[in-house]
DNA sequence: GACCTGCTGCGGTCTG
């Protein structure tokens, strides 16, 4: 410890402080950003693999430069999660108390009196979410100077958690905005899972200022991957209904027998399936009759019900293995995981490295991640994208990418509108009114989060908000709350920046299993799964929005739906290199080679290096081989230009109607020679574009504007039509 | 269209 150099930038009470809790060292992040931090006059981006201390890397230095430079000093930090705000609590509660800093935690469980007492003597370290952030700044704008007048800086933790989001949006508003009363840049410091393009996360910490970044790699840990491949036999009785698929059930009897007795997480990716995944594993328990080892996790399950499945995992003495969605993805500690099971697809090549970030985390240990995928036995009647074995194919192409390293970067570009509506009327409220010049500098000037947005487009959002009540000009120019601006503002659920389903409480016997989506329907006598079990609906109360239910025995249908997600380009041109080349792909096994196969050999009977549209009878298949955003923005360009079109798995399907296939595709090229129209032309018959909280109250050309920035990628789908008279096509 | 995250102030009742 004695010959770090970055140790005796400490300040001394923090040495002694290690000294007395036995450190051996310190880790590498922390070696290299102690004397970035400690200064405390630069933006620094802290980057390395969980648990590899990158708290302290921030603490230790930020806090040593309150000691020495400014005791009455403050530190913000903000947690996108309450559960991560009560562990740093924990962590950092025993350092400050012996060098007499105080800590406050603030958010929705945290007392009012905890609250009026931080505001009282605003210094030390506070722990916030943006949520809680944003009340604050909303409701008690004439205090907001005051309690942050010492900021010394903001730590971000979990930034990628927050790059591209609405929450990300609003989190860049808010330090923004205090900044701007302050009249002063406090630095801002992130810590991150290591990420791809630090210059995004870079430009997302604080724009138009260089940011110091620190990055440590992941140690080369090694990685064991094998996916296997069940066939679904095809169903005679062609009943409709609960899909019990015998592959269901052998991929269920292959995670018992291979995970058993130690700890692992299972990852099928939706709430519909950690259900009957992890009540057949319960049921193959029983039937061993040892000790259940398997837990479901997931974001409708009861905070009391996914404590237990996170006590099971943190605990030593009896193994757990953890079958879950995105809940265990974040940052919540819940130990060293031997496995990683992946089944089907994973919704990206990021998730599926986040995911696996959790397994092989102790010394010498490879990471081990399990694929499955399962394919419809091929008949007369299989479909073109059952021939292909798009999952399988899909599968693989993200496991290669994951293999080099390569993810999907994060959309920085969404100019999130629905966030500037909630600003705007946030920033109404702390300030108690402002002209419509303030706001325009405060929220979209140089600098600010919605930089970009003309002082047109500025107006014209300005002139709707009032036309629909949410704002209103007093006789001075003042902006104000209208009636409706005031209702939404002066309720709880203003504060966050993102929308989320209505949804059912499941109660039995006055205790709550957790939330169901409101849009099921629901009968009393209907038999249930949730939290790994069979219930039944003994009755479903539409103003409560309560389910009370029994225990029962026997299976029944899961009540979650649905698959869904956006594939990246990079991964479909992954997909058309595995088509066209031929052997082995070492991680697959015997089965899913075979599929691998039998896809390829589709490939070529339908003769698709040769040609970009397939005639599929009442519509034409243009295959792109390009992203999700990209083949959305050809749809909307096809569809503008008179050819009907919508998203397909492997790029735009064209509705023929009474157009021959040679005239779809000479109207196709001639797309080539045309510039791609505005986003105005291009959505003006679009209906359903609103996707986030405020979006209904924005003008349709804003609302068109915002969409498109999220979701379409022009310049690929132009490119791609830009090159279509050079592909082959021998349609 | 998979998944995930978050939330104030006030008025009421009860306890020490």
Redesign the pocket.
Known sequence: MTASTAFHLLDERIQRFLWVEQWEALRDVQELAIPLIVAGDQDVIVAAATAAGKTEAAFLPALTHLLQHNPAGLIVYVS?????INDQFGRLERLCETLEIPVWP????VS?SV?SRFLKKPSGVLL?????LE?MLC??GTAVAGAFSNAVYFVVDELHAFIG?E?GKQLQSLMHRIDSVLGRQVPRIGLSATLGDMQLAATFLRSGRPVAIVETGSGGATLKVLVKGFEEPARLDKAPGPNDGLSTTAIARDLFTNLRGSNNLVFP????EVERYAHLLSGLCEEARIANEFWPH???LSREIRNDTEVALKQKDRPATAVC???LE?GIDIGAVKSVAQIGPP??VA?LRQRLGRSGRRRGESAILRGFVIEDALGSQSTFSSQLRLDVVEIAASISLLLENWFEPPVTHGAHLSTLVQQLLSVIAQYGGMNASSAYRLLCGSGAPFEGLSPAMFTELLRHLGQEKILQQDGSGLLLHGPRGDQLVNH?????A???DEEFRVVTGGKALGTLPVHQLLVAGQRILFAGRTWLVESVNDSDKTIFVTPSKGGAPPL???????IHSRVRQRMRELYRGSGLVRFLDPTAQRFLDEGRLAYQGLALDERWLVDQGPYCLLLTWLG?AAN?ALACRLSAAGLPSA?APLGVEVTKGDLRTEVIIERVMALAHEAMPGVDDLLAEAKNLQ?QKWDWALPPKLLRATYASL?LDLDEAQGWLASVHSLPNDA
Not at 128 to 132: A, D, F, K, R
Not at 269 to 272: A, F, K, L
């Open positions: 996108p999660l309450k559960a991560l603030w958010h929705g469980d009012s609250k916030i979410t943006p949520e809680s009340a409701n008690r989001s929450r990716n939706s709430r519909r997931h974001g409708s969605t995105s809940t974040l919704p990206s998730s709880y659920t203003f504060y966050a993102f929308l989320n979650f739906s649905g698959t869904g997600g956006r999700d959305e998203l996707r979701n």
